[in-house]
């Protein structure tokens, strides 16, 4: 978090620009980091910053904080009420009170899901509508020539 925060005050303000031409440039010279990977830790710290600030407000069940900005990765992309809801929902559901990044991307995924929409009513028996183009039958080439015999048919045809 803390880092974040620190690359947040460096980027805002522009502080790299005395000795590097942009922020991607300071992130890659300074650090050995991409400026993509220091973007994803800045918007973690804010998410944990969000988590932290609330967490008097989560579930007596949730008493554990994020640790790292993987864990927090899913939630970057929800708004901060729907970050805490997801971060609730996600420690009560933790599978043996693991909080996993894959567990929180799956309990995102969840509350953010439209709701499926209900199948129309079908004629066939089966419950199922098939709603792709007007069925045809499949197309079989015309019989030779009786006096040829067909494959398919035979050499009665036509008797």
Request: proline share 12%.
């Amino acid at each position: 978090m803390a880092v974040g925060n620190a690359l947040l005050t460096i980027r805002d303000r522009r502080l790299f620009r005395e000795q590097y031409r942009s922020f991607n440039e300071y992130c890659n010279v300074r650090w050995g980091m991409g400026k993509n990977y220091a973007n994803r830790l800045i918007s973690g710290s804010q998410v944990a910053a969000n988590l932290s600030a609330h967490a008097d407000n989560f579930s007596p069940l949730v008493k554990i904080l994020p640790t790292s900005e993987y864990q927090v990765r899913p939630l970057t992309r929800l708004e901060p009420d729907q970050q805490r809801e997801a971060w609730n929902k996600a420690n009560e559901t933790a599978p043996n009170g693991k909080v996993t990044s894959k567990h929180i991307a799956n309990t995102v995924k969840e509350l953010t899901a439209p709701a499926p929409e209900p199948n129309p009513p079908s004629a066939s028996h089966s419950g199922f509508a098939y709603s792709g183009p007007p069925r045809r039958a499949p197309f079989t080439p015309p019989c030779p020539p009786p006096s040829l015999g067909c494959l398919l048919c035979g050499p009665w045809r036509g008797w």
